[in-house]
């Protein structure tokens, strides 16, 4: 019987092949989709799941209430860790991570090898207990026994010494901070798995940094990343009810006397890449509503290749009726009729499945560069991935199968045999209504697509109070360096197609850590305004083109001056025009004059307000590490080669590495732009699949009407008649289709723009676009087939009759 089964199964497959090419070919584009998210959404939720006893361990992250903001950080400061530990009887272990602040390069040299490593990160002597790692080289236990020594990750490794061990071997580590010798005593690699504190090289506090280390701050200094390891039977929700009081009991006189209050968390390490939103964090943290909206693309795809099988076989109901009537009248049961479509169902499912795979092989390199993801053809040895396959096999032939196996095997055999197959179910509403739901989605990811780009276009047109285009970026990233810049920042000021340039120690877009507080003369710290603050020379505010509201800019040999935004002078109470010549108190014990008041700019991310903003004048500004110079060119490979030429000549040993600054501030929407990326692709094989299950909805429709197609054309109607009639019906359901949608994509969209403080407004016209696109895209889709259908001659249709 089985094979009885399978052999019609397999002719009418066969015989029916624009049916069985349709839902072969959207359910394979719906599975490579659904296996690609899974691939990629699964690749972020194991970051970090790779260490022992990872359950047990916490990220200390702290929320910071000042007078005038609040915070959440990914940091905590220096001394909580070894408070927690010689406190609390749960905490096993301990460590702190701290990033090298303001050092974005950090030059190895070994025997006349250099290299440029950006990841650095100091750690304490105990990281490796808490933390795994496989060790190509040297032994966890045992790496960080002594002062002065790193951890090389293997590729940082292999650019300096190749393939031999290098354990033991003595590299110079040279960047702002200091020039010293440290012990090369392991070597790691990633083959454990991914891990959210990404860095080249992992350099012992120990000896490198005891004044960072032996730091006794509590209320200020939040620059540690601190973990804790818990025992096994550790209650962490109980122990973080803890942490209030013991905070007090440390800190509380500072922190009252700063104005600051603070709470402490404790984050599970598993939770972290996927938390998003907190600052000075380390890695790049993507969101778990990103995720979220990833999984439902795949499943909305899957379900929407899913009801194309099920309206076209509910469709074709009619080739099988007398099948089905004549195995009814010769025994056959309805649950065995039921096996049969579902059978056919699993293995259209199965089928799909291995074509997808391939396809998936194929296009990997264009998805990743989609997705900025790295997922390779070694997914493959994860059991996990073949689990999820076979759980998309059964789960993809049931929900495709099931209303088309019950339907069908509904019939009653007498009635069918009689001509009349009629059910009681009504399998034209249910086909409108899937189609229906179809569009619903497409246009909802058309709008998605409309509103995130309009946005994005937003984002990098938007007047930020500065001027961010045509300015070139160059680094110093050691002493030396510094001292090195100064003749090759005049050399190329000296170049004609420079218009200005300045020397400061960071730039807009630039996570900072400096945010004391200031107050004015009556004041005290505890009521201070903390504020973000950079050191520059007298030329920042011309090279970036920002606006002086009142006083006078720095000159030469200013000392002791700052320049305030609008923002902070309004929040210290001070009129704009008076500000200047006010005096200002901090909250590290200096006394400031304010020069002037300059109009306010967004130094970060458009997801946040202006913030309070202080510029202070650099008294020795070739000390500061970053040379920002304004062009005008419309030749950027020779300039760049003329610069490339005053380098060499004026920065030897140093490799030539530049940037550009609208770049820099474009990367901080990275997530917007993946997502926007993601959107638009998916989105396409979305209206894809839907319109292949339109094509074949008009092509059986027009199959079901061409007698009346060509009585009507004898009549006298002419093929856009046609047409219009075969269309109709069609255009009313992406009507009807646009009217559900637009209340839910306002709704998902508003969502989305909520996390900006600078957004667009979401406009009729986005969804009219939408809806407009819609309706070409089915106008198309069917017409091919109604456009068939209407210059066919009637005599093939009529002359039975």
């Known amino acids: 019987m089985i094979k009885s089964y399978f052999l019609s199964s397999f002719r009418f497959l066969r015989k029916n092949k624009l049916f069985t090419g349709i839902n072969v070919f959207g359910l394979a584009i719906g599975t490579l989709c659904c296996l690609y998210i899974l691939c990629?959404?699964?690749?972020?939720?194991?970051?970090?799941?790779?260490?022992?006893?990872?359950?047990g361990i916490y990220r200390v992250t702290t929320s910071i209430k000042l007078p005038s903001s609040s915070r959440d950080m990914a940091t905590a400061s220096p001394p909580i860790a070894a408070a927690m530990k010689q406190d609390f009887g749960e905490v096993k272990q301990y460590t702190r991570v701290i990033p090298t602040l303001g050092v974005n390069q950090h030059l190895l040299r070994y025997q006349g090898n250099?290299?440029?490593?950006?990841?650095?990160?100091?750690?304490?002597?105990?990281?490796?207990?808490?933390?795994?790692?496989?060790?190509?080289?040297?032994?966890?236990?045992?790496?960080?026994?002594?002062?002065?020594?790193?951890?090389?990750?293997?590729?940082?490794?292999?650019?300096?010494?190749?393939?031999?061990?290098p354990v033991g071997q003595l590299v110079e580590l040279d960047n702002a901070?200091?020039?010293?010798?440290?012990?090369?005593?392991?070597?790691?690699?990633?083959?454990?798995?991914?891990?959210?504190?990404?860095?080249?090289?992992?350099?012992?506090?120990?000896?490198?940094?005891?004044?960072?280390?032996?730091?006794?701050?509590?209320?200020?200094?939040?620059?540690?990343?601190?973990?804790?390891?818990?025992?096994?039977?550790?209650?962490?929700?109980?122990?973080?009810?803890?942490?209030?009081?013991?905070?007090?009991?440390?800190?509380?006189?500072?922190?009252?006397?700063?104005?600051?209050?603070?709470?402490?968390?404790?984050?599970?390490?598993?939770?972290?890449?996927?938390?998003?939103?907190?600052?000075?964090?380390?890695?790049?943290p993507v969101s778990r509503?990103?995720?979220?909206?990833?999984?439902?693309?795949?499943?909305?795809?899957?379900?929407?290749?899913?009801?194309?099988?099920?309206?076209?076989?509910?469709?074709?109901?009619?080739?099988?009726?007398?099948?089905?009537?004549?195995?009814?009248?010769?025994?056959?049961?309805?649950?065995?009729?039921?096996?049969?479509?579902?059978?056919?169902s699993f293995l259209l499912s199965l089928i799909s499945v291995l074509i997808a795979i391939p396809l998936l092989i194929a296009l990997l390199p264009y998805l990743n560069q989609l997705t900025q993801a790295s997922i390779n053809i070694h997914f493959l040895h994860?059991?996990?991935?073949?689990?999820?396959?076979?759980?998309?096999?059964l789960v993809t032939g049931l929900a495709a199968g099931s209303y088309p196996a019950f339907y069908l095997s509904a019939f009653q055999a007498v009635k069918v045999l009689k001509g009349n197959f009629s059910n009681h179910i009504s399998a034209a509403g249910v086909r409108r209504s899937l189609v229906v739901f179809q569009f619903v989605v497409s246009i909802i990811m058309i709008t998605g697509i409309i509103v995130?780009?309009?946005?994005?276009?937003?984002?990098?047109?938007?007047?930020?109070?500065?001027?961010?285009?045509?300015?070139?970026?160059?680094?110093?990233?050691?002493?030396?360096?510094?001292?090195?810049s100064e003749a090759f920042a005049q050399a190329v000021r000296e170049l004609p197609e420079v218009k200005a340039q300045s020397r400061m120690t960071a730039i807009p877009g630039q996570f900072e850590y400096n945010n004391w507080g200031v107050y004015l003369s009556g004041g005290d710290v505890a009521h201070s305004i903390h504020q973000l603050n950079i050191t520059a020379d007298e030329h920042f505010i011309s090279t970036f083109g920002i606006k002086l509201l009142s006083g006078a800019n720095f000159h030469p040999g200013d000392s002791g001056k700052a320049l305030i935004n609008a923002t902070l002078a309004r929040q210290l109470g001070l009129n704009i025009a008076d500000a200047p010549g006010t005096r200002l108190f901090t909250s590290i014990g200096e006394t400031l004059e304010i020069a002037g008041v300059i109009q306010d700019f967004n130094l970060q991310s458009l997801r946040e307000n202006v913030k309070p903003f202080m510029l202070l004048y650099a008294r020795n500004p070739q000390r500061t590490g970053t040379l920002m110079v304004n062009v005008h060119s419309t030749d950027y490979p020779r300039l760049l080669g003329k610069m490339e030429g005053l380098w060499q000549q004026h920065m030897k040993g140093y490799p030539f590495v530049y940037a550009f600054m609208d770049e820099q501030l474009q990367r901080l929407y990275?997530?917007?732009?993946?997502?926007?990326?993601?959107?638009?692709?998916?989105?396409?094989?979305?209206?894809?699949?839907?319109?292949?299950?339109?094509?074949?909805?008009?092509?059986?429709?027009?199959?079901?009407?061409?007698?009346?197609?060509?009585?009507?054309?004898?009549?006298?109607?002419?093929?856009s008649g046609i047409i219009q009639l075969l269309s109709k019906d069609f255009l009313k359901l992406v009507l009807a289709s646009f009217c559900l949608a637009a209340p839910v994509a306002w709704w998902a969209m508003d969502r989305w723009l909520n996390q900006f403080a600078y957004r667009v407004d979401i406009s009729w016209w986005m969804f009219a676009t939408a809806g407009l696109l819609a309706l070409i895209i089915t106008l198309a889709t069917v017409s091919l087939q109604a456009m068939k259908a209407a210059v066919n001659s009637p005599l093939k249709s009529l002359r039975s009759e």
Request: glycine share 8%.
């Open 382 to 393: 994860d059991y996990t991935v073949w689990i999820a396959l076979a759980g998309i096999v």
């Open 452 to 484: 995130i780009y309009s946005q994005l276009q937003y984002i990098s047109s938007k007047d930020l109070g500065f001027n961010k285009s045509q300015q070139l970026l160059f680094r110093f990233p050691t002493n030396e360096a510094k001292d090195q």
């Open 670 to 719: 990275q997530s917007e732009e993946t997502l926007s990326r993601i959107i638009n692709a998916f989105a396409l094989i979305a209206i894809f699949i839907s319109c292949l299950g339109l094509f074949g909805l008009a092509a059986f429709n027009a199959e079901q009407r061409a007698k009346e197609i060509s009585i009507r054309k004898v009549m006298g109607a002419s093929v």
């Open 114 to 165: 250099t290299y440029y490593e950006p990841q650095a990160l100091l750690t304490d002597s105990t990281f490796f207990d808490v933390f795994s790692y496989h060790f190509v080289y040297g032994n966890p236990k045992t790496v960080f026994k002594e002062p002065y020594t790193m951890v090389l990750r293997k590729d940082v490794a292999e650019k300096l010494f190749g393939d031999k061990d």
């Open 289 to 344: 509503t990103f995720l979220y909206i990833l999984v439902l693309i795949a499943v909305l795809i899957q379900v929407i290749a899913c009801i194309n099988f099920m309206n076209l076989s509910t469709a074709r109901a009619a080739k099988r009726a007398r099948e089905v009537g004549v195995r009814k009248v010769i025994g056959a049961g309805k649950f065995s009729l039921i096996a049969q479509f579902l059978g056919e």
């Open 40 to 55: 990629y959404v699964t690749g972020h939720l194991r970051y970090d799941r790779h260490h022992a006893e990872a359950d």
């Open 177 to 284: 901070w200091e020039k010293r010798p440290l012990k090369v005593t392991g070597v790691f690699d990633e083959s454990l798995g991914a891990s959210h504190l990404e860095a080249g090289m992992f350099i012992c506090i120990n000896g490198y940094s005891e004044d960072i280390g032996n730091n006794k701050t509590w209320s200020g200094n939040n620059y540690t990343h601190t973990y804790v390891k818990l025992h096994p039977q550790a209650n962490a929700a109980a122990l973080e009810r803890k942490l209030p009081a013991f905070l007090e009991r440390h800190g509380g006189e500072e922190m009252k006397r700063g104005g600051v209050s603070k709470v402490l968390h404790l984050q599970p390490l598993t939770e972290i890449h996927t938390t998003a939103g907190l600052a000075a964090d380390t890695g790049k």
